[in-house]
């Protein structure tokens, strides 16, 4: 595990820095002690790769903006909105059965995806108004299908004051509970599948060891990374690596001056 100093020598020299979202850069949505500075600092090399599943990158964007920190939006790669991307090519004008928010489901017929008819995928995203009709009707249909593409494994990401947010994989053991033992292929877009990597440093036109990952869960952000070959920074909210930390670091004048 790369102590403070090493990881700031490393965020110096990388072509790509990027970031994991909920519990690394902010939590609740609002910026953690450092974030903006190092964000700042990094400028286009900064990239943003969140399970999300909720937003679209226009969402944290202006969240973003609020909080004085101009990020371009091609430099945003959210699961929940790359899942319905890709879902729109590969769909090829077959029906999904979408599990989503309002606003997900609203941007997936805007793109043409056919959400009625017999589904040949089910599709999952964090969907916060899930209820037991939507659990019946998602298992039923993907008992049918036989065929299930989750935006993210997560079972749930940090919320405010310690408290945990329930998130997509939570919901995918709800509906696999109700299985029976039905075989299902499953594809998983987000961490640690290597989807939103690649894509991101297709993005900026990187190789894996000129990138580092910097997030808060091991077995999404680091392993996802490592899998790519993509080095991982563990970031520790008020521990002995945190973003107020790195950004310290970041910006004293020896390093920077040196290697940027």
């Known amino acids: 595990m790369m102590d403070l100093g090493d990881g700031a020598a490393r965020l110096a020299r990388s072509r790509a820095v990027l ?24 400028g286009a090399r900064a990239f943003i790769l969140s399970n999300n599943s909720t937003s679209q990158p226009r969402d944290l964007v202006r969240l973003l903006a609020d909080q004085h920190v101009r990020f371009d ?12 991307c890709r879902q729109a090519i590969t769909a090829m004008g077959q029906s999904i059965h ?15 995806i056919g959400l009625s008819g017999e589904p040949r995928t089910v599709v999952l ?25 989750v935006a993210n494994p997560d079972l749930t990401h940090p919320g405010v004051d310690g408290a945990v947010v329930p998130e997509t994989g939570a919901l995918q053991a709800a509906i ?12 998983v877009i987000g961490k640690p599948g ?8 297709a993005r900026a036109g990187v190789a894996p060891h000129e990138a580092v990952m910097l997030g808060d869960n091991p077995t999404t952000d680091g392993l996802g990374a490592r899998a790519v070959g993509v080095p991982f920074i563990q970031i520790e909210p008020g521990g002995a690596v945190d973003m107020a930390g790195l950004a310290a670091r970041l910006l004293d004048p020896p390093i920077r001056s040196g290697t940027v």
Do not use: Y
């Not at 696999?176 to 594809?187: H, K, Q, R, S, T």
């Open 19 to 42: 970031f994991d979202w909920d519990g690394c850069l902010s939590n609740g949505g609002r910026l953690l002690p450092g974030a903006r500075e190092l964000l700042q600092a990094l």
């Open 73 to 84: 939006i091609d430099r945003v790669f959210l699961a929940g909105h790359q899942t319905l």
């Open 98 to 112: 979408l599990v989503a928010s309002p606003a997900m489901t609203a941007f997936a017929a805007a793109m043409g």
């Open 125 to 149: 995203l964090r969907d916060t108004s899930f209820t037991f009709d939507k659990l019946e009707a998602a298992a039923n249909a993907l008992r049918r299908c036989g065929k299930l593409v």
């Open 176 to 187: 696999a509970a109700c299985l029976d033992g039905a075989p299902v292929d499953i594809e």
């Open 194 to 201: 290597p989807f939103l990597f690649e894509t991101a440093l």
